[in-house]
């Protein structure tokens, strides 16, 4: 197999040794693949303001639905007020987080390029 690629390099015009980075580039990828339990830590230690919001806003959507199923109009409404907040929180966290992120990556640049 490494000899039809050899070939094929050849054929194509270039060395063996041009298309090394490729391997190595497919090494680094695979190396280490990133689970899904990972991801969710690695997110919630950097941004855990958008776990807490979307936590209440379903606590706050499943009890005024239970108030709405019950009879309950009044509380129904408050916990659907209070479900609109917990969304509008939600999504300033979220975007409080990407902010967060960006202005970080760009020091981090800012201190590689001096």
Do not use: Y
């Not at 239970?66 to 509008?88: C, D, E, Y």
């Amino acid at each position: 197999m490494a000899k039809d690629r050899a070939k094929a390099a050849r054929d194509a015009g270039f060395d063996e040794e041009d298309l090394e980075w490729i391997s190595s580039l497919r090494h680094d990828i695979n190396e280490h693949q990133e689970t899904a339990g990972e991801k969710f830590m690695r997110k919630l230690k950097s941004n855990p303001l958008v776990p807490i919001g979307c936590l209440a806003t379903i606590t706050a959507l499943s009890v005024g639905l239970w108030n709405f199923k019950s009879g309950r109009s009044q509380a129904s409404q408050r916990m659907m007020r209070m479900r609109v907040l917990a969304q509008g929180f939600t999504v300033a966290a979220l975007i409080g987080g990407i902010a967060a992120n960006a202005l970080k990556s760009t020091a981090a640049n800012e201190a590689a390029d001096k």
